[in-house]
């Protein structure tokens, strides 16, 4: 048994930065009502052509892997979390694989929409650690602009959600008192619907039925969100989610030297330090500047963090998610 390491990390973010002023040109908004909200000024939109959700985690991997000293062709396995595919199918796994030029290994993507990066990293994790592989590429990366209502009656979602990417490559550890020390994971479907895009699908409305129906007023190919159900539950499996990957690890809330919370909305974060009694030191949030980058959030938040040194050999590092399913996640980890 092994347990596996974080070897590098690199994240991703698009130039074109739209505020919450520029957002208030099309939308009936302004910054007070946003960052009141929500926390965020600002965030990344794509350009359309410029950029991708696989682009923007192929670039992400690359810093991730000069980073890790692994080398390509030593990668064994790919982990691609997002909500947001280049196509249908085939998801983006294989569009990472065939662009960053690797060996011809396995690629699973994730549909956990918020908490997916948790879940790809459990999922790599497991690998690393029954032998299977040796080097594994966890990647989150989402656009969600081009797929937004841009207009006053999408304002209540369309001002939270930013574009960027983020990646680990996860690695073999042999000593047992560092890396991946657990991961915990969760799902409670009754409230999928609270958290959905119910269209294109092909249980629900496929793209057929949008053509022939061309109706100006279905809104089931936007995103909706009931937005004071999921904070009121998220706040509460955030904290259960912390709470059993520290008892699972014989670890107190005292041992925790940074929470990367996932960046769904800073009032939350915010919430969720002054219910554990952290300093702004012990949990760190960029939702202020990105939005919420979905299953880019945790690495771009972590990948952040790590860069400014506030993340060092040692430490005891919280990782939490919850989101659309619901699903919700925590992963413990020892620097």
Same mark, same amino acid.
């Given at each position: 048994?092994?347990?596996?390491? &974080?070897? $590098?990390? $690199?994240?991703?973010?698009?130039?074109?930065?739209?505020?919450?002023? +520029?957002?208030?040109?099309?939308?009936?908004?302004?910054?007070?009502?946003?960052?009141?909200?929500?926390?965020?000024?600002?965030?990344?939109?794509?350009?359309?052509?410029?950029?991708?959700?696989?682009?923007?985690?192929?670039?992400?991997?690359?810093?991730?892997?000069?980073?890790?000293?692994?080398?390509?062709?030593?990668?064994?396995?790919?982990?691609?979390?997002?909500?947001?595919?280049?196509?249908?199918?085939?998801?983006? #796994?294989?569009? !990472?694989?065939?662009?960053?030029?690797?060996?011809? !290994?396995?690629?699973?993507?994730?549909?956990?929409?918020?908490?997916?990066?948790?879940?790809?990293?459990?999922?790599?994790?497991?690998?690393? %650690? /029954? #032998?299977?592989? %040796?080097?594994?590429?966890?990647?989150?990366?989402?656009?969600?602009?081009?797929?937004?209502?841009?207009?006053?009656?999408?304002? #209540?979602?369309? !001002?939270?959600?930013?574009?960027?990417?983020?990646?680990?490559?996860?690695?073999?550890?042999?000593?047992?008192?560092?890396?991946?020390?657990?991961?915990? =994971?969760?799902?409670?479907?009754?409230?999928?619907?609270? *958290?959905? =895009?119910?269209?294109? #699908?092909?249980?629900?409305?496929?793209?057929?039925? &949008?053509?022939? +129906?061309?109706?100006?007023?279905?809104?089931?190919?936007?995103?909706?969100? @009931?937005?004071?159900?999921?904070?009121?539950?998220?706040? !509460?499996?955030?904290?259960?989610?912390?709470?059993?990957?520290?008892?699972? @690890?014989?670890?107190?809330?005292?041992?925790?030297?940074?929470?990367?919370?996932?960046?769904?909305? *800073?009032?939350?974060?915010?919430?969720?330090?002054?219910?554990?009694?952290?300093? +702004?030191?012990?949990?760190?949030?960029?939702?202020?500047?990105?939005? @919420?980058?979905?299953?880019?959030?945790?690495?771009?938040?972590?990948?952040?963090?790590?860069?400014?040194?506030?993340?060092?050999?040692?430490?005891?590092?919280? *990782?939490?998610?919850?989101?659309?399913?619901? /699903?919700? $996640?925590?992963? &413990?980890?020892?620097?």
């Amino acid at each position: 048994m092994y347990h596996s390491k &974080i070897a $590098g990390l $690199g994240f991703y973010v698009p130039s074109n930065v739209v505020t919450n002023d +520029d957002l208030s040109k099309i939308i009936d908004t302004n910054d007070e009502w946003i960052q009141e909200r929500t926390g965020i000024q600002e965030r990344r939109h794509i350009i359309r052509g410029e950029d991708t959700t696989t682009s923007m985690g192929v670039k992400a991997a690359e810093i991730a892997i000069e980073r890790s000293g692994v080398a390509k062709e030593d990668i064994d396995f790919i982990v691609f979390a997002t909500l947001s595919p280049d196509y249908y199918f085939p998801g983006p #796994g294989v569009l !990472v694989q065939r662009d960053l030029g690797l060996r011809t !290994v396995g690629a699973l993507d994730v549909r956990n929409q918020c908490s997916g990066f948790i879940y790809a990293l459990s999922v790599a994790d497991q690998y690393i %650690k /029954t #032998g299977m592989y %040796k080097n594994v590429l966890v990647i989150g990366s989402e656009v969600h602009s081009t797929g937004l209502d841009m207009t006053s009656r999408g304002r #209540g979602v369309s !001002v939270i959600f930013g574009d960027g990417a983020g990646a680990a490559v996860l690695s073999r550890e042999e000593d047992l008192t560092k890396g991946i020390l657990s991961t915990h =994971l969760h799902s409670e479907g009754q409230h999928a619907e609270e *958290l959905v =895009l119910t269209a294109p #699908g092909m249980g629900a409305r496929w793209v057929t039925d &949008i053509l022939a +129906d061309n109706d100006p007023d279905d809104e089931s190919y936007f995103p909706h969100m @009931n937005g004071q159900f999921v904070f009121k539950n998220a706040v !509460v499996r955030f904290a259960e989610v912390i709470n059993e990957g520290l008892e699972a @690890n014989n670890l107190s809330v005292s041992n925790i030297d940074m929470l990367i919370p996932h960046q769904a909305n *800073l009032r939350i974060s915010q919430f969720i330090q002054k219910k554990f009694g952290l300093n +702004d030191d012990q949990v760190y949030n960029n939702i202020q500047q990105y939005g @919420n980058t979905t299953a880019a959030s945790i690495p771009i938040a972590l990948t952040e963090a790590w860069e400014k040194g506030k993340i060092k050999s040692g430490d005891t590092v919280v *990782l939490a998610a919850f989101g659309s399913g619901f /699903t919700w $996640g925590s992963a &413990i980890i020892r620097w």
